[in-house]
């Protein structure tokens, strides 16, 4: 009989110190999670860069000025670069999206969330999704061969009978090509993102509040009156600012149906209208390195105004969401 | 004596004693929109439907307002605007892919597959001529920001779900935040630190570097959504189980999040193939093929459009036309492939 003494395994040794392959990970993992604050600091700090010049040599004529032309030798004059009349001319057609946009989207959502029969939410949930997906140049080509025909025509309406108001007015029959058009063609297109996120903040309504209402004998409208809107409220309202966001950023569609003229107009359906973005676009091809840095400082302003609104946004949507 | 089987009802049915003032108000409205819209000087299919919006309003309006009260009125003017609502969104899309089919499909051919528009006149018959370059272009760019953006996105996403460190709720902010940039701001990003400050050229490497920013938030976002969903018990197993954290990520929660993940990249390239805006400033938009994408003047898809339509001959629009359906042919498939994928599994 062996009765040597069993030999016990060395103790195993348990320790909260992460070993060499998760330090790596996590290290990785960490620099990647960064990487998107990374790349936003460096976009505004090398638009910055780029715009500095402009910035200084502008001043606050930057946002305000009119005028936009690089330095005239035979003149004598120096360059200008403003664009007032471009973020005027952004705002408005964002603003014209807005007005017919939104309330067609919170009604689809509506639509999609309440009304619409059980066959008909997937293909319609379908529709919005392939619209969030259609590139903006396809808009911008439907906007300018199709919508325009017709929306001249409605502009054509809209300055016969309601000219009298200042903003209908027509100081010269130009219909096409008008912010009006731009505004419609941009309202098709922040459809998909406002319809989404308010049908989602709408899914999040309690139930039981919806079938109490019910139960005291709400009618359907009485209910989302009293129930829906105010729990989904900011989400709503949230939707439209990323929506806003969306209008005022893009690009291509609007320089394709929009004429881009460098004065404000208070006529909406006259053919002269701006955009920061596009103008970017327009200058971009035939500016010198001076101007392109001054385009540059366009797109800080640009970049800042979009951050700032979708900042807001999620902020919106956020505390929305979790309220309900 | 034949026993009486009880009949099962359904109370919430509508019968037709409760709904025949809806059907005769709505056949009343349609009628009454043609008599306005024959006797005053409104003309054409949208005077009809516009006079019908406003008609079938009022009726609805006016029936329940007879047969209930002011709120059941209400009630009535809200439904039917919703479901105008809901028309309104099918109607322009049906109207884009209609006439995208309808307009592109006749400067279809084999043929523009094969050759590019290096020695092309914008007004030479549609026979000559095609996309080629193009298509090889929109490859190089959508594939070398795919393969830029994918790793960075999914870090990102990694970052949020299982390292969860302090940053993460700024994180997500800054990556919500960043997925709404302007396209044309990512341009004139790459403008600025690849062509002016680094000296580099127009060439599809730049333009992917454009798509690359728009694509990281795309791809980051959604894997966000689905790592989220790969239940906690996975993890814990795979820790009790002696693994490390590494070992569990790498081996039991991407491979479980693995469709998921297939459909957050395709879905970044759903969102950057059809973007125009930052090509026009990095790609500089040739009409011969380049097979190198690290050098020379390069063209893509949509630039391919963008260049047509400007300038604005009838053919060369009708080669935007057909342009944009070949553009919408892949979004649409990639579209697809996002849908086919999330059905099929991905739900745990």
Redesign the interface.
Known sequence: MNTAARTLPPKRVITTKPRFSDKVFRAVVTSGGFSSLVILGLISIFLLINGLNTFKSEGFKFITGFEWYGPQLDAGLPAQYGIGAMLYGTIVIGLIALFFGFPIAVGAALFLSYYAPEWLKKPMVLVVDVMAAIPSIVFGLWGYFILMPHAEYWAKLIHKYLGFIPIFDMPAPAFSRSPFIAGLVLAIMILPIITSISREIFAQTPLDRIQAAYALGATKWSMIKSVVFPYGRGGVIGGAMLGLGRAIGETVAVYTVLNIVYDINIEVLLSAGGSVASMIVNKFGEASPEEVKALMAAGFVLFLVTLFINFLADLIINRTARKG | MSATVAQPIKPWRVNFKQAWPEIAGAIFAVVLTYAIVSATPLKGK?GFFVTLIFVATIVAAGISWLRRDR??A??S???V??????L???V??A??LY??VR?GIAGLSWGMFTTDMAVTASDAPLSEGGILHAVVGSLYVVLIATIVSV??G???S???T??K?K??S??R??????????????G??I???WM??LGNQYSAFTGAMALA?LM??TV?RTSEEVLKLVPGDLREAGLALGG????T?AMIILPAAQSGLITSVILGI??V?????PL??TMGGADALNLNPFSGYSSAI?FY??KN?SMGTELS?QR??SG?LV??II??IF?SIT?LLSNKKGRF
């Open positions: 949208l709120k059941a209400f009630n003017v809200s439904t605007l919703v479901y105008i609502a809901g309104f969104v099918i322009p899309l109207s884009i006439e995208i307009r790793p960075i999914l870090l990102t990694l970052y949020l299982e390292i460190g940053a993460a700024t994180i902010f800054f990556v919500q935040a960043m997925s709404g940039i302007p396209s044309i701001v990512a004139l990003f403008y600025a630190i002016i400050a920013i990281i938030p980051a490390t954290q590494w070992r990520v759903a969102r193939a059809g973007e125009t805006a026009l400033l949509p459009v963008w339509f629009i935007a036309w944009v553009l919408m979004v649409l579209f849908r």
